[in-house]
């Protein structure tokens, strides 16, 4: 083989493996993005759950406008986005929602983790990792 034909196959192979790196990186971020977007909608529809069970009167098992009572569902405790149990604290008048991924977050060495309080009108997301 020539030189030029041993130059164009190293570079081929450097080229292949640069493109392999950089596709492993983006699917890694593509992963992490996906598990806390879901950790997202799975806090969602508990806070949803969360505001009904404020809105609803004491007699059809209700919280008769106020969040004190109410409990996360079994059900939804844990859900296969996330790697633990929701964590609520229940107020009066809001209950603030945890919840860790089981995807490795932006820091590189947790897990995904989103903090949701949640009012009687408003729910409100914060990325914590």
Known sequence: MGQQQLLLI???????GIA???????????AASSN???????LTTIGSMAQGYYRKPTA??????TFTGW???AQLAQTSN??????PTVA????TLVGVGTETGNDGSTKVKATMTVTPTAMTTVVDN
């Open 92 to 95: 009066a008048q809001s209950v």
């Open 36 to 42: 806390r977007d879901a950790v997202i909608a799975d």
């Open 10 to 16: 190293v570079l081929g192979v450097i080229i292949v």
């Open 71 to 73: 409990v996360v569902p």
């Open 82 to 87: 996330m790697s633990a149990a929701v964590t």
């Open 20 to 30: 392999v790196v950089v596709g492993i990186n983006v699917f890694t971020a593509s």
């Open 60 to 65: 059809l098992g209700g919280g008769n406008n």
